[in-house]
């Protein structure tokens, strides 16, 4: 069965980098987009963008660009997301999911909580 | 790009019917068949209700059905249960390979 197993929470202080790592399986890894989406404490979902296993080729929302940089290990069906220069304002629930078809989301890894404070 | 425009909130009692919208621009909703609706339950990750519109994916019960006109999609759940109750929050794909999420709809089961 497609699971998405994501890393484990973090706290970072502001201006910090977290690196939040998606392992995925029970598919063919290169065949089907990655999205990242996050969600703030009680707001709602944000697209953060997206890579394509097989090329690497990415593509970031406008607000995020320079600060977020996603990349993946296909040798072990694995996609990263970092994300630089944390504020507050990036505290959230960030979501790795597959993506099938045009822009529908099927699967949904489990969530990674990012704290930033001081 | 904003944000789809969604209700905060929608409401009904079991066995009826409510509608939520998700309004965006020429360049997401209405120029594209690509909608899509998620439902979440509190500390849950997100789960494919609609897509393409109106298609269902397997296993989500036909109480639940999408549509669109021009910038506005729709979702409606009819016959409503009390597991019903959750956030919707909608999603278009929007020009320049991008997705737009909506802000995301309250529905309470009285």
């Known amino acids: 069965q497609v699971q998405l197993v994501q890393s484990g929470a973090e706290v970072k202080k502001p201006g910090a980098s977290v690196k939040v790592s998606c392992k995925a399986s029970?598919?063919?890894?290169?065949?089907?987009?990655i999205q990242w989406v996050r969600q703030a404490p009680g707001q709602g979902l944000e697209w953060v963008g997206r890579i394509m296993p097989y090329s690497g080729d990415t593509r970031y929302v406008q607000k995020f660009q320079g600060r977020v940089t996603m990349t993946r290990d296909t040798s072990i069906s694995t996609v990263y997301m970092e994300l630089s220069s944390l504020t507050s304002d990036d505290t959230a629930v960030y979501y790795c999911a597959r993506r099938a078809g045009t822009a529908m989301i099927d699967y949904w890894g489990q969530g990674t909580l990012v704290t930033v404070s001081s | 790009q904003s944000a789809l425009t969604q209700p905060p909130s929608a409401s009904g009692s079991p066995g009826q019917s409510v509608t939520i919208s998700c309004t965006g621009t020429?360049?997401?909703?209405?120029?594209?068949?690509?909608v899509s609706w998620y439902q979440q339950h509190p500390g849950k990750a997100p789960k494919l209700m609609i897509y393409e519109v109106n298609k269902r994916p397997s296993g989500v019960p036909d109480r639940f059905s999408g549509s669109k006109s021009g910038n506005t999609a729709s979702l409606t759940v009819s016959g409503l249960q009390a597991e019903d109750e959750a956030d919707y929050f909608c999603s278009s794909y929007a020009a320049g390979d991008s997705v737009l999420f909506g802000g995301g709809t309250k529905l309470t089961v009285l």
């Open positions: 020429s360049s997401d909703v209405g120029g594209y068949k690509y």
């Open positions: 029970g598919y063919t890894f290169n065949d089907y987009y």
